[in-house]
């Protein structure tokens, strides 16, 4: 690691060879394979732009020059070199390093990043605004093949090609999506159309052949025959048709190509889209043969590539005990040889199981089969499954048509990139009353991606639709009976459920059966009603314990729904208890709580005592995700100290935790960000 300990900032590459350069690409895999298979996190993407990363910063001159990454998974060498190597191994941990590009971690991150497709965009404002002033900065746009598909990108494409600005785009085509360079005469060519020389004869030519009779019809015919070639030889006849003078494809990994590439169109002007091929999982054996997999991975042994053991299981929340308060019912724990099913384990499992009843069932997914859990149906029914790319909104869309031609569609997409599709939600499936199935999936704090990520926003939105249906169940079998319900409904139903899942068993007794707008009642007592929705039953069943060893009797309500609410149990509560507590993994500002507190008026019941428990108006950092619910004091046992405080008797509480415990955050292998 002797060079990459020399480089403080990357105006210190400027002075290294390019042997020098190949060598530090080399320990910077090398820092990346280390940190990622001891903390687990994105590696496939970031080890194929090693060398694509180094290039920029050796010919552009960041800060001054504007650097734009879409996705920062992609860019932890920029990381390196960029003033944080010391801090590296804290990545994506509480109070370390973001895992993607992070405004309040260093200058050289412009923008704090998450979600895919963005960048063309915002480079296109850089530019613009360098433009007002008069500016001499260059504008580099790094944008991956998956995000170029997504709506927002599409679009600045189009508005970039129409503008004309001076910007450079890098496509990094890490999966060779749009073609594969093709020897020689394509580098040939690429050579030629971006050397200074080719450049100013082409420019004086034009002068000097637009001073002779009919000029400007050989000019035009000049450049149909440029097209023309370059429509035989390389993929860029659609970028050129979109306004951008098109390069590519080059080699990605190799650094000399790539500095002279970027050299010579650093002096062109106009939109300059530059085509680089990219290896996912470079110069790493078991990542470059499963990109997949190894694009975000838990940790790993480096020799074999196999994840390493999952260790002791998190303590969590116990079940209601025989005899702490007027239980309903005893909670059992699972047996211990069994393993857990998280809330996407159990969506996947019964997916499968409505699909072979139910012909018409199509599942949707925009570019995340495996973190969705649908991998499996698309095996079972490909003709059934469809994966639109990164484009939520489209996903919709297609969805509405589905079911208004019959089907019954299951739409998967995580909370967080659900937000970018709320126009849809609203216009194609709640406007149309269409029965859609939105499963929305890492609902709630998700751990190390961080506030672009936690999906806390998603009671918000949703509940303010009409004819939309929201639900929440409090563990995995609940999710089951929630999907198979929702299947018989003929409007639009969304149902949210968090990262992990519950280990446990079943309530004793017959569960209640799952009835449109109603309830679930789990624990009775007579000084403060608990209505929790989600995943926040079981800590509030915990709470509910503790409380009782304070002589402090509280009923435990499962919601279940959040449109449409339980007012008959309200209502109840609100005339029998007279004091209530909602708890919900969402922002309070117009999630659970809030909803709870306008039926509370509409009933009459506004001067009921009312306390809200959820998450803070805050972006909340990344982290384990019991590390956060601890910060953000949705613990049991902070639960319990709160509740006991707003009922007028501050005590120190102890919680136990013997029979029941959260499932392993990160169960399987799945990513949970776009490719």
Not at 90 to 111: A, C, H, I
Not at 543 to 565: C, D, Q, S, Y
Request: glycine share 10%.
């Amino acid at each position: 690691m002797a060079i990459l300990r020399s480089i403080e900032r990357p105006a210190d590459l400027k002075a290294l060879t390019v042997a020098q350069l190949f060598a530090l690409a080399q320990e910077i895999r090398q820092e990346l394979l280390e940190t990622i298979a001891q903390l687990g996190g994105h590696l496939a993407s970031s080890l194929g732009a090693v060398e694509l990363c180094l290039a920029l910063h050796y010919v552009f001159d960041a800060p001054k020059d504007l650097l734009v990454w879409d996705m920062g998974y992609q860019a932890f060498a920029h990381k390196l070199i960029t003033g944080r190597r010391d801090r590296f191994r804290s990545l994506k941990q509480l109070g370390g390093l973001s895992g993607f590009n992070n405004k309040e971690e260093s200058g050289y991150d412009l923008f704090t990043t998450g979600h895919g497709g963005t960048v063309l965009s915002t480079a296109l404002g850089l530019a613009l605004a360098r433009d007002q002033v008069e500016g001499s900065s260059d504008v580099v746009a790094i944008i991956g093949d998956a995000s170029l598909g997504e709506g927002m990108a599409l679009e600045a494409l189009n508005h970039i090609g129409h503008l004309k600005p001076n910007l450079l785009v890098i496509l990094n085509d890490n999966k060779m999506s749009i073609a594969k360079p093709i020897g020689g005469l394509s580098r040939y060519l690429n050579r030629l159309i971006t050397n200074p020389a080719y450049n100013r004869l082409r420019c004086d030519i034009g002068q000097l052949v637009q001073r002779l009779p009919h000029g400007s019809k050989v000019i035009r015919l000049g450049r149909k025959v440029e097209e023309s070639l370059k429509g035989l030889l390389v993929p860029g006849v659609v970028f050129e048709e979109l306004g951008f003078r098109y390069v590519g494809p080059i080699d990605g990994h190799h650094l000399r190509e790539l500095i002279m590439t970027l050299k010579n169109v650093k002096r062109l002007s106009g939109p300059i889209l530059l085509h680089v091929s990219t290896v996912k999982g470079k110069c790493y054996r078991f990542a470059e043969q499963d990109p997949e997999r190894f694009h975000k991975i838990e940790p790993f042994d480096l020799a074999t590539g196999q994840l390493k053991a999952q260790g002791s299981r998190l303590p969590g929340p116990p079940g209601a005990n025989a005899g702490a308060g007027k239980a309903q019912g005893k909670i059992k724990s699972a047996p211990s040889s069994q393993p857990p099913a998280t809330f996407t384990e159990a969506f996947s499992d019964e997916l499968i199981r409505l699909g072979e009843a139910h012909d018409r069932l199509v599942a949707i997914t925009a570019a995340m089969p495996e973190g969705t859990g649908l991998h499996e149906f698309a095996k079972r029914f490909p003709d059934r499954f469809l994966d639109v790319g990164m484009a939520e909104q489209h996903a919709l869309g297609v969805a509405a048509g589905l079911a208004r031609g019959g089907a019954r569609p299951i739409v998967a997409i995580y909370s967080t990139f659900l937000q970018r599709a709320f126009d849809q939600i609203m216009h194609e499936l709640c406007l149309q009353r269409l029965p859609v199935v939105l499963a929305v999936d890492r609902a709630g704090l998700v751990g190390e991606d961080g506030p672009t990520h936690h999906g806390v926003f998603d009671l918000a939105y949703l509940r303010v639709l009409p004819h939309l249906a929201v639900l929440s169940p409090k563990d995995p079998p609940e999710l089951r009976a929630m999907l198979q319900w929702a299947l018989q409904q003929e409007g639009p139903v969304a149902i949210r459920y968090s990262r992990g899942g519950i280990v446990c068993g079943e309530l004793l007794g017959r569960p209640a059966k799952l009835v449109t707008g109603k309830s679930e009642t789990l624990r009775t007592g007579g000084d403060v009603a608990l209505l929790a929705l989600g995943s926040m039953v079981y800590p509030a069943l915990n709470a509910a314990e503790a409380l009782a060893r304070e002589g402090i009797e509280a009923t435990v309500i499962n919601a279940r729904f959040v449109r449409p609410l339980d007012e008959a149990v309200l209502k109840s509560v609100a005339t029998q208890i007279g004091r209530l507590v909602t708890l919900e993994e969402a922002q309070l500002a117009g999630g659970f709580g809030s909803a709870v507190s306008e039926a509370l008026g509409r009933l009459g019941s506004s001067e009921v005592p009312h306390l809200w428990i959820g998450l803070p108006d805050a972006f909340v950092e990344h982290g384990k995700r019991s590390e956060l619910l601890t910060r953000c004091q949705l613990d049991p046992e902070q639960l319990a100290a709160r509740i006991a405080a707003w009922h007028g008797r501050v005590t120190e509480l102890r919680v136990t935790s013997s029979e029941f415990r959260v499932a392993p955050e990160t169960r399987n292998p799945q990513p949970a960000t776009k490719v």
